[in-house]
Nanobody
């Protein structure tokens, strides 16, 4: 399996910004790629998805504040997070995504270690 390595997390004040990065030893699949997050005591949730065609989808909780993107070679995927809120505090993970007939996503690969994002109030 190809290891995914997330980086860029840290501690920021509410209203601040962070840019997360997800690196792969090879290019990402032509299928969708996404960012998940998991807060303590909560289920892991998909917050942003990017298709090979450039279409993006976001959870309502982050829409307008987060932006997912990839580099030209698709070796790396980013998550720009602006106007951060304390409720954004979580461990963030990237993964390759598959798409179901109904349009929903599911992860395809193994999970990396994630990167911790902590937003203080």
């Amino acid at each position: 399996q190809v290891q995914l390595v997330e980086s860029g997390g840290g501690l920021v004040q509410a209203g601040g910004s962070l840019r997360l990065s997800c690196a792969s030893r090879s290019i990402f699949s032509i299928n969708a790629v996404g960012w998940y997050r998991q807060a303590p005591g909560k289920q892991r949730e998909l917050v942003a998805a990017l298709t090979s065609g450039g279409t993006t989808n976001y959870a309502d909780s982050v829409k307008g504040r987060f932006t997912i993107s990839g580099d030209n070679a698709m070796n790396r995927v980013y998550l720009q997070m602006n106007s951060l809120k304390p409720e954004d505090t979580a461990v963030y993970y990237c993964n390759r995504l598959g798409t179901r007939y109904d349009g929903s996503y599911y992860y395809l690969g193994a999970w990396g270690q994630g990167t911790q994002v902590t937003v203080s109030s």
